[in-house]
């Protein structure tokens, strides 16, 4: 297993170029399943069938392990078996024809505008530091860039005279993604001169750096995030991918093409994007809730005066 786990995960990085947090999920949960055949002394991957993958699911359901990660570890194994299956590895696929449990449907949370204008007005910029936070901060927001997309951008992914980026997906699919006015200016400013003092004597292509003048870590971004969050008084835990369902549901709730918005967000499946109208729609319906005079259930309807009504 180990062998083949790491011959699968050089296929992650450099074929599928999955990002480091997706890798190290997979690896973990394929070693999972590797701890379960030990268990059960199955010394061999030719051995595994259907019923060795029911037996796994049923012990994970059993272990009150949550439909979301029992779905995020079929996921994992049924990658792993295809990729088995296509090196030759394996003649039959044990996981193709078993499902897991479906998982729980819920809607994404985003910001409301007032709290992103809380958010963004959180980072002093009269500080170095500061300067990159909200350039981060506006970017994510303006773009709508997946955590690691953004710590891969170089400086010539940027074309400020377009405010256009340059943005390598998932999947090394290549898009192009649109900033306005407010995230081009504070992102200019940072070219200028934040980037400068946190590069010092360093040479790298990095857009983003830290303060040792190399590329900012994945890691940093949400610890940033979630520090601003908290200084401008957002009660809900605040993550990366929270500014990138903001950016969808925000240019929907603004008019926004789904298709446009499908594009900007890299998704190759429409029903990933439409996800964000259920958002709206309910965010919709709360608006008219609040807003409407007779829109409490608690109303009830008058009689007429008279019966020529």
Same mark, same amino acid.
């Given at each position: 297993?180990?062998?083949?786990?790491? *011959? /699968?995960?050089?296929?992650?990085?450099?074929?599928?170029?999955?990002?480091?947090? @997706?890798?190290?999920?997979?690896? #973990?949960?394929?070693?999972?399943?590797?701890?379960? =055949?030990?268990?059960?002394?199955?010394?061999?991957?030719?051995?595994?069938?259907?019923? @060795?993958?029911?037996?796994?699911?049923?012990?994970?359901?059993?272990?009150? #392990?949550? !439909? %979301?990660?029992?779905?995020?570890?079929?996921?994992?194994?049924?990658?792993?078996? *295809?990729?088995?299956?296509? $090196?030759?590895?394996?003649?039959?696929?044990?996981?193709?024809?078993?499902?897991?449990?479906?998982?729980?449907?819920?809607?994404?949370?985003?910001?409301?505008?007032?709290?992103?204008?809380?958010?963004?007005?959180?980072?002093?910029?009269?500080?170095? $530091?500061?300067?990159?936070?909200?350039?981060?901060?506006?970017?994510?927001?303006?773009?709508? =860039?997946?955590?690691?997309?953004?710590?891969?951008?170089?400086?010539?992914?940027? +074309?400020?005279?377009?405010? $256009?980026?340059?943005?390598?997906?998932?999947?090394?699919?290549?898009?192009?993604?649109?900033?306005?006015?407010?995230? %081009?200016?504070?992102?200019?400013?940072?070219?200028? /001169?934040?980037?400068?003092?946190?590069?010092?004597?360093? #040479?790298? +292509?990095?857009?983003?750096?830290?303060?040792?003048?190399?590329?900012? &870590?994945?890691?940093?971004?949400?610890?940033?995030?979630?520090?601003?969050?908290?200084?401008?008084?957002?009660?809900? !835990?605040?993550?990366?991918?929270?500014?990138?369902?903001?950016?969808? @549901?925000?240019?929907?709730?603004?008019?926004?093409?789904? *298709?446009?918005?499908?594009?900007? =967000?890299?998704?190759?499946?429409?029903?990933? @994007?439409?996800?964000?109208?259920?958002?709206? !729609?309910?965010?919709?319906?709360?608006? /008219?809730?609040? &807003?409407?005079?007779?829109?409490?259930?608690?109303?009830?309807? #008058?009689?007429? %005066?008279?019966?020529?009504?």
């Amino acid at each position: 297993m180990e062998e083949y786990l790491d *011959r /699968y995960i050089c296929h992650l990085k450099v074929e599928r170029n999955l990002s480091p947090f @997706t890798i190290r999920n997979y690896s #973990t949960d394929i070693l999972g399943f590797n701890d379960f =055949l030990k268990r059960e002394e199955i010394k061999s991957l030719v051995d595994v069938d259907h019923s @060795t993958i029911r037996n796994y699911l049923g012990q994970l359901m059993d272990n009150g #392990t949550v !439909r %979301a990660s029992i779905s995020r570890k079929m996921s994992a194994l049924r990658s792993f078996f *295809r990729y088995l299956n296509h $090196q030759g590895v394996l003649t039959e696929d044990p996981v193709s024809k078993i499902s897991g449990p479906k998982r729980e449907k819920r809607l994404p949370s985003f910001l409301t505008s007032e709290e992103i204008i809380s958010l963004l007005s959180a980072p002093d910029i009269s500080t170095t $530091q500061g300067i990159r936070d909200l350039a981060i901060l506006e970017l994510l927001y303006a773009s709508g =860039l997946r955590i690691s997309e953004i710590t891969s951008l170089n400086i010539g992914s940027v +074309d400020m005279e377009t405010r $256009q980026v340059r943005v390598w997906g998932k999947g090394s699919k290549e898009r192009m993604v649109l900033m306005g006015q407010p995230a %081009a200016l504070v992102l200019e400013k940072y070219l200028k /001169y934040g980037r400068k003092q946190l590069l010092g004597q360093n #040479t790298t +292509d990095a857009l983003f750096l830290n303060r040792y003048g190399k590329r900012i &870590a994945e890691r940093r971004i949400q610890y940033i995030i979630k520090k601003y969050a908290e200084k401008a008084g957002i009660k809900t !835990r605040v993550h990366p991918h929270m500014l990138r369902h903001t950016f969808a @549901t925000h240019m929907l709730d603004g008019g926004a093409d789904l *298709r446009v918005v499908q594009e900007l =967000l890299g998704h190759s499946n429409l029903a990933s @994007t439409q996800i964000y109208t259920h958002v709206t !729609r309910s965010q919709m319906r709360s608006r /008219y809730l609040e &807003a409407h005079p007779r829109s409490s259930e608690s109303i009830k309807p #008058t009689s007429p %005066a008279s019966s020529d009504v």
